[in-house]
């Protein structure tokens, strides 16, 4: 190799190790780290202070709700006709074409039905033994259970509240604290509305009333005579095959074994009343419930 020859590759190669070493030089000596740019908001952080949170006030305990238990559909039936009374000492199967049979009985000096047996299978076993601590009333009644159907009465009930409570539960029912209302203000307290009557209307008789509340409830048979003793008149209650509700009744208003009217408990709703104004069973004058009234059927 000649000696210019390799003298311009030495001077070249200086000259390209120099440029690289002052690029190199500038670029590290001016060289930072990023910044982050300064937020102009901040998200609020969860304050770390345990919050108060309100605690909801009490709610005041339904006796009726506690310990017990309720009433079955065969137990509604069944004090719907005892609160009807039996003519004699006794009346076998008062409650009939139910799965289930009771005699009720009404011992020598007694007002009315005091005690009555259940026999839940149709067995000829008594499953049950009712004793009412006052003749026909639902409160206070002793229920005495035979659990193997063997007529060994070991488990009792009592009727309190609505509800059969066992031995203990009129303890538990008792101990339930009752919270305390915090004063308020006294309101002078409005007067209750009273529903309009509809224009034309009659108002609901007392038998009205009375008959609708006696409808409202299961009979637990086809048929209830007398289902609301003790007034001057007599109302007569049916549960037609296939109806899950009373839908017929008749009101004799003088007790003179003449209907004078017919209702008819409609399965939209309505209530037809039909009656015989001359106390002949022919009935000429039609009217439907409206409110706390009757309007003339068209």
């Known amino acids: 190799m000649k000696f210019k020859t390799f003298r311009g ?9 120099g440029a690289g070493g002052i690029y190199l030089a500038t670029r590290g000596g001016s060289k930072k780290k990023p910044q982050p740019a300064p937020l102009t908001s901040q998200s609020p952080q969860p304050s770390l202070t345990p919050q108060p949170t309100s605690t909801p006030a009490p709610t005041p305990s339904d006796p009726a709700a506690g ?3 309720p009433l079955r559909f065969m137990d509604e039936a069944i004090l719907n006709r005892v609160a009807q009374g039996i003519s004699g000492d006794k009346a076998k199967d008062a409650v ?7 005699n009720l009985y009404k011992d020598a000096g007694q007002p009315a039905v005091n005690r009555l047996k259940v026999d839940l299978d149709g067995d000829d076993k008594w499953d049950e033994k009712w004793t009412f601590e006052t003749p026909g009333e639902r409160e206070g009644i002793k229920r005495q259970v035979a659990p193997a159907d063997d007529d060994k009465y070991t488990v009792e009930y009592r009727l309190q509240g609505g509800r059969w409570r066992r031995p203990g539960d009129e303890a538990a029912v008792a101990a339930t604290p009752t919270p305390t209302a915090a004063p308020s203000t006294p309101v002078e307290p409005s007067p209750a509305p009273t529903a309009a009557l509809p224009a034309g209307a009659t108002p609901l008789r007392e038998v009205d009333t009375a008959l609708l509340a006696a409808a409202s409830r299961p009979i637990g048979t086809d048929k209830i005579k007398d289902a609301i003793a003790g007034h001057a008149w007599k109302v007569n209650l049916y549960q037609d095959a296939g109806s899950p509700i009373t839908n017929r009744a008749k009101v004799d208003l003088d007790r003179d074994d003449k209907w ?3 209702w008819t408990f409609k399965s939209d709703g309505s209530i037809e009343r039909e009656v015989a104004p001359a106390d002949d069973e022919n009935y000429t004058q039609r009217f439907l419930k409206q409110g706390n009234g009757w309007v003339v059927k068209p």
């Open 9 to 17: 590759l030495v001077i070249a190669g200086v000259v390209v190790v």
């Open 67 to 69: 310990p017990g238990e």
């Open 96 to 102: 009939p074409k139910q799965p289930w049979k009771v």
């Open 260 to 262: 004078d009217e017919k």
